[in-house]
């Protein structure tokens, strides 16, 4: 078969889906630290106006998608490819379990901050009266930012083993698995 569609994953090569979770989530994440960032270093300039006005939609968005995410790759395990090594695995792993834990708090301490929270007019919490909750908000408080970084630090490591194994002769490249049409 050397059709380059391939929904599944297999040990040679990530399936079309994968692929486009992958991809998709990694340009739906640039954005969303692009307004991270704005709102870190240029508060109340038009580039934060514009970009932090997104972030709590945006982030709800991506906690979907990872959500499907875990749920595709566990159906794939035992038929995609391997990591290269256990650094490799416990890395994907950190990464998903940031993707899943950074919104969650969020949006947790969003519940219990008692406001309304509608992201394009869906209306996912209707607020409460009476004050907001605070083993609910202190969490996202102490953690949402700094686990935020923390995952961006990790995607910054990751592109750059990417790059690393690429360009070692005898290593795996491991971009042909995610980008490429190799077969099988
Ligand atoms: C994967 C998704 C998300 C990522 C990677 C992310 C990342 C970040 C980062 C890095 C910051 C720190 C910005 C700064 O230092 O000024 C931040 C702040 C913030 N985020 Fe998110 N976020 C995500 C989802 C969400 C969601 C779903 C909500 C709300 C529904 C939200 C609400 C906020 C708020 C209110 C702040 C400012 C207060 C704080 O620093 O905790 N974020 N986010
Ligand atoms: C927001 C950014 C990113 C995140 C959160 C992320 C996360 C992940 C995760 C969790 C995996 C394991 C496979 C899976 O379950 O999907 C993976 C694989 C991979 N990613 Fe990324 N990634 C990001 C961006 C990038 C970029 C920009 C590149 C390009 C250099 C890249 C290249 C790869 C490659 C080549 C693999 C396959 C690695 C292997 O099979 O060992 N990723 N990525």
């Not at 919104?103 to 394009?120: C, I, K, T």
Request: with cysteine; charged share 15%.
């Amino acid at each position: 078969m050397s059709s380059k569609w391939q929904p599944l994953d297999s040990m040679a090569r990530y399936g079309t889906i994968s692929r486009f979770l992958h991809w998709s989530m990694a340009l739906v994440l640039a954005w969303q630290f692009a307004s991270a960032v704005a709102h870190w270093l240029f508060e109340d300039t038009t580039v934060e106006g514009f970009l932090w006005g997104t972030h709590k939609i945006v982030g709800t968005l991506l906690i979907a998608l990872i959500c499907i995410r875990a749920l595709w790759s566990l159906y794939n395990r035992g038929h995609r490819p391997p990591s290269l090594n256990i650094p490799a695995q416990l890395g994907h792993l950190a990464m998903y379990v940031l993707m899943l834990i950074v919104p969650l708090l969020a949006l947790v301490r969003q519940y219990g901050s008692g406001r309304a929270f509608e992201p394009l007019g869906i209306p996912l919490m209707p607020g409460f009266e009476g004050g907001s909750i605070d083993w609910m908000t202190a969490p996202g408080n102490l953690l949402h930012s700094w686990l935020g970084w923390l995952l961006l630090v990790l995607i910054v490591g990751h592109v750059v083993m990417v790059f690393v194994h690429r360009s070692r002769p005898r290593d795996e490249d491991v971009l042909a698995r995610m980008l490429g049409n190799r077969q099988n």
